[in-house]
């Protein structure tokens, strides 16, 4: 944060559209170069997304100090859930839709913290890939894909298993296969080709990120 950053009442009037055009670009010039506020406006989208509202127009006063209230706290979430995976992006095997939508805004080598771990091991001669989101407060998905010799692995099986809960097995057939909406706690990550174990990566995953056991 730099002593220019945006105040609240600047951003409830860019929101509810009543800065001027000077004072939109200056907002607009700040938010190009200070990932402090860069976050909170990429945040704002993705809460005013949620509570599907389509425009920002029809915010009243009250409710985008509700949330930017909201959002403070969001960010602090997230800051704490993702501060070690800053550098990453989501890999280009995700859909375009899933990539965080204020990233054009910046210069490419330059990425604000993002709701999702990325990581990538070496298992037995497969390549394992796992895309980390946070789905809810309390949830993740995950989504996995495995490549041999830099393609689709054939007759792969992936097989997630919660401490304390039976495992969960998926065939890779397409691009990737994905677990949703699993809850926090400890992950045992196991693949098997032509019913061969490959090899497993064990996990964490709470509110304050992954680690591996
Ligand atoms: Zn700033």
Redesign the pocket.
């Known amino acids: 944060?730099?002593s220019?950053?945006?105040d609240i009442d600047s951003f409830i009037a860019y929101f509810t559209q009543k800065l001027s055009k000077k004072d939109r670009e200056i907002l607009e010039n700040?938010?190009s170069?200070?990932?402090?506020?860069?976050e909170?406006l990429a945040t704002t989208t993705q809460v005013l997304d949620d509570e599907t509202l389509s425009h920002w127009e029809t915010i009243s006063e009250t409710r985008a100090q509700a949330t930017l209230n909201k959002i403070t706290e969001k960010i602090q979430k997230i800051k704490e859930f993702y501060q070690w995976s800053k550098e990453q992006l989501p890999p280009l095997w995700i859909k375009p839709s899933l990539q965080p939508a204020m990233v054009s805004v910046r210069s490419e080598n330059e990425i604000f913290p993002t709701e999702h771990i990325f990581i990538q091991r070496a298992m037995n001669g497969l390549y394992t890939e796992m895309y980390i989101e946070r789905s809810d407060d309390q949830l993740v998905s995950i989504k996995v894909r495995v490549l041999q010799d830099k393609k689709i692995a054939p007759r792969v099986c992936i097989i997630m298993e919660r401490k304390g809960e039976g495992p969960s097995a998926r065939a890779l057939k397409h691009h990737y296969v994905s677990f949703n909406d699993l809850p926090f706690g400890q992950y045992r990550l196991n693949l098997e080709q032509d019913s061969v174990d490959k090899g497993e990566y064990i996990f964490e995953i709470n509110e304050k990120g992954l680690y591996r056991s």
């Open positions: 944060m730099t220019s950053c945006i700040h938010l170069c200070c990932d402090h506020c860069l909170i």
